[in-house]
């Protein structure tokens, strides 16, 4: 159970099936409870559960997975997983709008990882606090600096070779460019990380970069271009993804009304 829990969390994050991940996740750290195998364990209540939980939108059951693992990865001496439990509870203070408790979250991760004596993995957690401060700011409504962030995040992506976090933080820049009137520039963009999550089998990123199209199409009062490109998504799996369902029923009232 443990070695195929490990094997498909992974695929199962980058799919977006965070239903499924979840469940996995649940026999996955009960199953590394049993046989004594804590490493498994905190990271499968970090990520399988606690990430899931979070995309899912429940952020306090979240929050009690993330703290049981991160005092295992206390224990175990493991700063790489104590710095990602404080940056995905600094995640959930972001989603919620608590936004001076995210900053707070993101400085201890930032600090805890300065203890990561593996060089890989410092740069991979360095990458990853540096796009959360890029969504911070972009929270904040801090355009121009969420931008710099961005692009210092899209770099550090690129020397570690993680595609899926590069088409990440590429969204989340044409999104910025989008606040900051750049809309020729945003939809290149959203085009460009629509074909890449095809290839890489990235339903997060794909349904993120169709929403901002078809949000602009509304900006421009273009329902009919907005509802065609709304017809690429899934609505259900869509739906059930709660960092977009709201954008998507919103953008479909929308669309259905012409208003």
């Avoid at 001496?77 to 989603?95: L, S, T, V």
């Avoid at 290839?199 to 794909?206: G, K, L, P």
């Avoid at 065609?228 to 059930?240: F, I, Q, Y």
């Amino acid at each position: 159970m443990i070695r195929i829990g490990d094997a498909l969390s992974r695929p199962l994050f980058e799919s977006g099936e965070f239903d499924v991940r979840l469940q996995l996740g649940f026999l996955t750290e009960e199953a590394a409870a049993h046989l004594g195998a804590r490493d498994v364990q905190y990271r499968t209540l970090i990520d399988a559960i606690g990430w899931s939980l979070i995309e899912l939108g429940s952020f306090d059951d979240a929050q009690k997975y993330l703290r049981h693992g991160l005092t295992l990865a206390e224990e175990e001496g493991d700063y790489f997983y104590q710095a990602k439990a404080y940056r995905h509870m600094g995640a959930i203070e972001r989603r919620m709008g608590l936004l001076d408790n995210a900053i707070a979250y993101f400085e201890k991760a930032s600090q805890t990882s300065l203890n990561i004596s593996v060089e890989e993995d410092a740069k991979a957690m360095s990458a990853g606090i540096t796009y959360a401060i890029a969504h911070l700011k972009f929270s904040q409504r801090e355009y121009k600096g969420a931008l710099k962030y961005t692009d210092l995040a899209i770099n550090s992506f690129k020397e570690t070779h993680d595609t899926y976090r590069v088409d990440m933080a590429l969204v989340l820049k044409a999104d910025i460019q989008v606040a900051l009137d750049q809309v020729e520039k945003a939809k290149d963009i959203y085009r460009q990380v629509i074909q890449s999550s095809r290839v890489n089998r990235e339903s997060i990123h794909y349904a993120r970069a169709v929403l901002g199209l078809v949000e602009i199409s509304l900006r421009e009062n273009n329902f009919d271009e907005a509802s065609r490109v709304l017809a690429r998504l899934d609505s259900e799996h869509t739906v059930k993804m709660a960092a977009f369902s709201d954008r998507y029923l919103a953008a479909k009232q929308r669309i259905d009304t012409r208003v």
